[in-house]
């Protein structure tokens, strides 16, 4: 709860007579217990902390098998499931907090004193979603500028989804499945209908997929063009790891029969960045490169870092750009084919007017799993 939040208190209100829910026998109160309890009161305006009295009252009927119940908290009601108030607070709480259902039936239980299961959730989420159109819905999450498009096929279902999502608040915007038989205007209609609902962005994000280019210059004529780094990266990852394999081919004879298991087991170690190695890769590695110096094994090495730098961090694009031409105007990894080819897919852009990635704007859920 952030500040400025008021705090609202509840008094309690016993009644004479209270009935068990468990044996539903109506007897008059005795008090078991009584304590406080906080939660958030479901008003997305006002953030309001609100103090309730849980009192439990002890169930006197020999058969019973509980010997207390908690009395149900006046407007949080505890055996009611769906009270307007808690939809109402579920439905926020998903939309204000970019949460997932199953956070948000924990924080029902532990704050409600409810079970709102997490289908129920998504029960209410939806009823109250189906009152607004998707323009209004768009218009009210707001959105940064930096829009990220990508498909994926869940797991579940045989076909693929179209989604958009906001690259800095991470939030999922619209998704769309694609039609069981689809042709090339799939990718420009779901476009064109993000933008007939208002939606402006200034940078679009995608991956390495040869329709997006097009399709965005052509809605979006202003809007700034980047690939995904979680798409860029394993084919920079694939040059630089086929720059290993053939080197390790060509060490032949005894001399090198032990060097060759351990080149192949720490192949992993040599792509990962330094920071990142385990206690095994960090004794290892640098004992390994003492007999690969000046081989294509250090140069990968080498590049690696650089590229974990530039993706990693650099803090602006005039910094990321700044390491990239000074890595092109090297001339170390030039004999290596592998890395040529590294270094023309980082610059590739230049001629085209695309710009390189590095990891500030994120694509959402899909993306970040990948890491
Ligand atoms: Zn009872």
């Given at each position: 709860m952030g500040q400025g939040s008021e705090?609202?208190?509840?008094?309690?209100?016993?009644?004479?007579?209270?009935?068990?829910?468990?044996?539903?026998?109506?007897?008059?109160?005795?008090?078991?217990?009584?304590?406080?309890?906080?939660?958030?009161?479901?008003?997305?305006?006002h953030p309001?902390?609100?103090?309730?009295?849980?009192?439990?009252?002890?169930?006197?009927?020999?058969?019973?098998?509980?010997?207390?119940?908690?009395?149900?908290?006046?407007?949080?009601?505890?055996?009611?499931?769906?009270?307007?108030?808690?939809?109402?607070?579920?439905?926020?709480?998903?939309?204000?907090?970019?949460?997932?259902?199953?956070?948000?039936?924990?924080?029902?239980?532990?704050?409600?004193?409810?079970?709102?299961?997490?289908?129920?959730?998504?029960?209410?989420?939806?009823?109250?979603?189906?009152?607004?159109?998707?323009?209004?819905?768009?218009?009210?999450?707001?959105?940064?500028?930096?829009?990220?498009?990508?498909?994926?096929?869940?797991?579940?279902?045989?076909?693929?989804?179209?989604?958009?999502?906001?690259?800095?608040?991470?939030?999922?915007?619209?998704?769309?499945?694609?039609?069981?038989?689809?042709?090339?205007?799939?990718?420009?209609?779901?476009?064109?209908?993000?933008?007939?609902?208002?939606?402006?962005?200034?940078?679009?994000?995608?991956?390495?997929?040869?329709?997006?280019?097009?399709?965005?210059?052509?809605?979006?004529?202003?809007?700034?063009?980047?690939?995904?780094?979680?798409?860029?990266?394993?084919?920079?990852?694939?040059?630089?790891?086929?720059?290993?394999?053939?080197?390790?081919?060509?060490?032949?004879?005894?001399?090198?029969?032990?060097?060759?298991?351990?080149?192949?087991?720490?192949?992993?170690?040599?792509?990962?960045?330094?920071?990142?190695?385990?206690?095994?890769?960090?004794?290892?590695?640098?004992?390994?490169?003492?007999?690969?110096?000046?081989?294509?094994?250090?140069?990968?090495?080498?590049?690696?870092?650089?590229?974990?730098?530039?993706?990693?961090?650099?803090?602006?694009?005039?910094?990321?750009?700044?390491?990239?031409?000074?890595?092109?105007?090297?001339?170390?990894?030039?004999?290596?084919?592998?890395?040529?080819?590294?270094?023309?897919?980082?610059?590739?852009?230049?001629?085209?007017?695309?710009?390189?990635?590095?990891?500030?704007?994120?694509?959402?859920?899909?993306?970040?799993?990948?890491?």
């Open positions: 705090l609202k208190i509840t008094e309690p209100r016993i009644p004479r007579s209270v009935r068990c829910p468990h044996c539903g026998l109506r007897q008059p109160f005795r008090k078991q217990c009584q304590y406080w309890r906080t939660v958030r009161a479901p008003d997305p305006q309001v902390l609100w103090r309730v009295p849980l009192v439990h009252a002890k169930c006197r009927n020999p058969a019973c098998p509980h010997r207390s119940f908690a009395l149900p908290i006046p407007g949080v009601a505890r055996y009611q499931r769906a009270t307007s108030q808690l939809i109402q607070a579920g439905g926020v709480g998903l939309v204000a907090d970019n949460t997932t259902l199953g956070r948000m039936a924990t924080r029902f239980a532990r704050s409600f004193n409810t079970t709102g299961s997490k289908s129920a959730l998504d029960r209410w989420k939806h009823r109250v979603a189906r009152q607004y159109d998707f323009p209004t819905i768009l218009r009210r999450l707001g959105i940064s500028g930096a829009l990220c498009l990508d498909e994926y096929k869940p797991r579940r279902s045989g076909r693929y989804e179209q989604l958009a999502g906001d690259a800095k608040t991470m939030r999922l915007l619209y998704l769309d499945p694609v039609p069981e038989f689809y042709g090339r205007g799939v990718t420009a209609a779901f476009c064109h209908q993000l933008a007939g609902w208002g939606l402006q962005p200034t940078c679009v994000i995608f991956d390495l997929l040869t329709t997006f280019p097009k399709v965005v210059a052509r809605v979006w004529p202003e809007a700034h063009q980047q690939f995904d780094h979680f798409h860029v990266r394993p084919w920079l990852w694939h040059y630089l790891r086929n720059a290993l394999i053939p080197f390790r081919k060509s060490l032949r004879g005894p001399r090198w029969e032990r060097h060759w298991e351990e080149l192949w087991e720490l192949k992993w170690g040599v792509l990962k960045p330094m920071d990142r190695w385990t206690f095994k890769e960090r004794l290892l590695i640098p004992e390994m490169m003492e007999i690969y110096a000046g081989t294509v094994v250090e140069q990968v090495l080498l590049f690696k870092e650089a590229l974990w730098d530039l993706f990693d961090d650099s803090q602006s694009k005039a910094e990321a750009y700044a390491k990239r031409e000074a890595l092109a105007r090297e001339a170390w990894w030039r004999p290596s084919w592998h890395l040529t080819k590294c270094m023309e897919c980082l610059l590739s852009e230049s001629s085209t007017g695309w710009s390189p990635t590095w990891s500030s704007p994120r694509s959402p859920a899909v993306g970040s799993r990948k890491r």
